[in-house]
């Protein structure tokens, strides 16, 4: 079994974009996929799930919408903003850079540790 | 949505996000009873998984409060007058008991010192001024007695 990582703050709602990104998706699926997705090392404290997915909506970068699901029951579909199409692409560089600067500075302590 | 409509939408807010974590809830215990759990054991780890739902609900409208909302949320939640306002015909005791109060000017005292301390400085202007100036009268705004 895979082992669990915390979520770095901010990073969350990195994540739930990028899966909204991929078509309309209610917030219990949004947690399914993003678990299946990294294959169980994240896992999003459903907790944490709902305040961020209102604090992006509040920002514009999510719009919802109550729809029918398969099963006939109402949920509340989140989707992406021309706002948050962007927003994703911004953080993920970033992201990008940060990664390859931590990788850097490990690299460095592992070569002086050998 | 702007931080009034926040406000006086509370409830309906509330109510949305109930349904929302009711949804979480059902499908997660849905998923749990078709990998072979209890129906009963599958509802209590699903309520486990997600934590209180009106801690959750609490913590989703603070993440949408713009900073001024965010000072004025404890004393908001507290005041009875918008509790009423929000929804009257959800709290029909308070309606009877509490609404009436100001006619007879026994809310003025509650009401002033919920509004006072932060409420107009946090508004524009205009509007910070106005409660002083409807409550009270003229005579308030002479020089040296202005509170801001």
Redesign the interface.
């Known amino acids: 079994m895979q082992e669990k990582s915390d979520l770095r703050q901010g990073t969350l709602d990195l994540l739930i974009l990028k899966v909204v990104a991929l078509g309309p998706v209610?917030?219990?699926a949004i947690a399914q996929r993003l678990e299946q997705v990294s294959r169980g090392v994240v896992q999003v404290?459903?907790?944490?799930l709902?305040?961020?997915?209102?604090?992006l909506?509040?920002r514009g970068l999510l719009a919802a919408d109550w729809e029918e699901t398969e099963s006939g029951?109402?949920?509340?579909f989140y989707r992406l903003t021309r706002k948050g199409r962007t927003q994703p692409e911004t953080e993920a560089a970033s992201w990008r850079r940060l990664i390859e600067a931590v990788g850097l500075v490990l690299k460095m302590s592992e070569g002086s540790a050998e | 949505?702007t931080w009034w409509q926040r406000l006086w939408r509370r409830r309906k807010m509330e109510d949305?996000?109930e349904?929302?974590?009711r949804?979480?809830l059902?499908?997660?215990a849905s998923e749990l009873i078709a990998r072979g759990h209890d129906p009963q054991e599958a509802q209590r780890q699903a309520r486990l998984?997600?934590?209180?739902p009106e801690?959750?609900i609490s913590?989703?409208?603070?993440?949408?409060d713009t900073p001024q909302l965010a000072i004025l949320r404890p004393r908001l939640d507290a005041s009875p007058i918008l509790t009423i306002c929000r929804n009257p015909t959800k709290e029909p005791f308070m309606v009877s008991t509490v609404a009436p109060s100001p006619l007879l000017g026994l809310e003025l005292v509650p009401l002033y010192t919920t509004l006072f301390p932060t409420f107009p400085n946090t508004l524009p202007f205009p509007f910070a001024v106005l409660p002083y100036y409807h409550f009270l009268g003229r005579s308030f705004f002479l020089p040296g007695t202005f509170p801001l």
């Open positions: 209610h917030g219990y404290p459903q907790g944490s709902y305040p961020a997915l209102h604090r909506e509040n029951r109402e949920a509340k | 949505m949305q996000l349904k929302e974590l949804f979480h059902d499908q997660h998984a997600l934590g209180g801690q959750v913590d989703s409208l603070r993440s949408t």
